[in-house]
């Protein structure tokens, strides 16, 4: 950790007054002390390359609070690696333009799998890259994007904006966030997908870091329960690519992988 002493109450106090002074909406305060200090693990968790990207769903802070507060984060001597706020639609996207773009860049070789969970399908089908055209086009265009920001080092903590008039935000954020089976469905089909009282997997991937804290959560994901054996090689290589991500740092600790098997009458994507 880049903090004086990082367990210290001192520091803790400094990153929940860093999001508190910056993402304060108005006369309204910051989030709350334990949100505070989730949100700097996940963005601390980003900087150094153990996810790829961190999509903010605190509160309705728009892209120059967020800049703001990570440059308070910086600041401080908590972060030193560069950021950037990729705003896509109404939602902003926290990123590490370097590991982002390795990311993607291996999403284009194909080493993920995509579940189309269209409303026309009896159940969820497995589908790659190459047979879903628009999303290799989508994928490829935010590569460009934000391979063309490694080349200026001139801000810290810079901002974009992407126009997505057309796509899927679900499966942009499935991809961006690192997720090694995003969902996708078919837009003119609406938001309705087939996977009511389908039993799931649902992933979570946590690490330890401040004492007396809950555990970062790095991801949380699903996966048809009936397509698992199909996938199991696709996550056993995400599972093993985490793992080496988490050893290569030592700001966390105790990476704990699980999963459980839920059915919902209606799932929201």
């Given amino acids: 950790m880049l903090l004086p002493d990082p367990m210290s109450t001192l520091s803790t106090q400094l990153l929940v007054a860093a999001a508190q002074q910056t993402l304060g909406l108005g006369k309204r305060r910051g989030p709350p002390r334990a949100v505070c200090l989730h949100l700097a693990g996940e963005v601390l968790a980003v900087a150094l390359g153990v996810k790829p990207a961190l999509l903010y769903d605190v509160n309705c802070a728009g892209a120059s609070e967020l800049q703001s507060y990570l440059e308070e984060l910086q600041g401080l001597g908590f972060l030193n690696q560069r950021l950037h706020i990729l705003e896509i639609g109404e939602n902003n996207l926290i990123v590490s333009p370097d590991h982002v773009c390795q990311h993607l860049e291996q999403v284009l070789l194909g080493t993920i799998a995509f579940v189309d969970v269209s409303s026309s399908q009896p159940h969820p089908s497995i589908c790659s890259l190459d047979e879903v055209q628009d999303l290799k086009a989508l994928v490829a265009e935010i590569f460009t994007h934000l391979q063309g920001l490694q080349r200026d080092l001139s801000l810290a903590v810079s901002c974009s904006r ?105 799932v929201a994507l």
Avoid: M
């Avoid at 679900?170 to 961006?176: D, Q, Y």
């Avoid at 969902?183 to 003119?188: A, G, P, S």
């Avoid at 397509?227 to 105790?254: G, H, M, S, V």
């Fill in 162 to 266: 992407l126009h997505s008039s057309d796509w899927n935000l679900c499966t942009a954020f499935g991809i961006l966030l690192g997720y090694p089976v995003p969902y996708t469905f078919r837009l003119n089909q609406g938001d309705d997908n087939c996977l009511a009282l389908t039993p799931l997997r649902v992933f979570t991937a946590q690490i330890s870091w401040l004492p007396s804290q809950l555990p970062v959560l790095l991801y949380s994901f699903s996966v048809p329960e009936s397509l698992f054996p199909a996938l199991r090689d696709i996550l056993n290589i995400w599972e093993k690519d985490l793992r080496t991500r988490c050893r290569a740092q030592k700001d966390f600790a105790d990476l704990s992988i699980s999963s459980e098997i839920v059915t919902l009458p209606a």
